[in-house]
């Protein structure tokens, strides 16, 4: 009688230790949207200039070091402006470049972008896209840092 009063005693542990797991480690009463989540953290901290440089002197090695990956990129800002909706900033041409590097901000950031003037020295964090076409780069869901 002693053994199995032992034994329901582990069991009824083991048991809340499984409940426990299961609905003590779950985060969806912590999930947010996205627009409310915080972006994750810049992989890479670089200058308008080089992000450029390294896109013309090697497009496959820079695509695939870069595209995809929240980078902190920084340098003077030509003009913010809406196209097709969507809210840009076009960083300003180096003389040595044929392409331009363009940073869009989701809605949500309307505010900060607007507080953008021109020639103004910057730092925003954003998600590279690589090449969206001949001479434009793209990065997306950029925050002024």
């Not at 005693?9 to 299961?22: D, E, Q, R």
């Not at 070091?65 to 003009?79: C, E, N």
């Not at 972008?113 to 964090?125: D, F, M, P, Y």
């Amino acid at each position: 009688m002693k053994n199995r009063a032992g034994n329901n005693l582990v069991n009824l542990f083991l048991s809340l230790c499984l409940i426990f797991c299961v609905f003590g480690c779950s985060d969806s009463d912590t999930e947010t949207s996205p627009e409310s989540r915080p972006a994750e953290a810049a992989t890479y901290s670089i200058e308008h200039w080089q992000l450029l440089s390294e896109f013309a002197e090697n497009e496959v090695a820079a695509d695939g070091r870069y595209t995809g990956k929240r980078l902190r990129v920084t340098g003077p800002i030509d003009f913010v402006s809406v196209e097709s909706g969507r809210i840009l900033a076009r960083f300003s041409v180096p003389a040595t470049s044929y392409t331009q590097l363009f940073a869009e901000f989701p809605q949500s950031q309307k505010s900060a972008a607007s507080t953008i003037k021109r020639g103004q020295q910057v730092a925003l964090e954003c998600t590279c896209r690589g090449l969206t076409g001949y001479g434009r780069l793209e990065m997306n869901d950029c925050v002024l840092d």
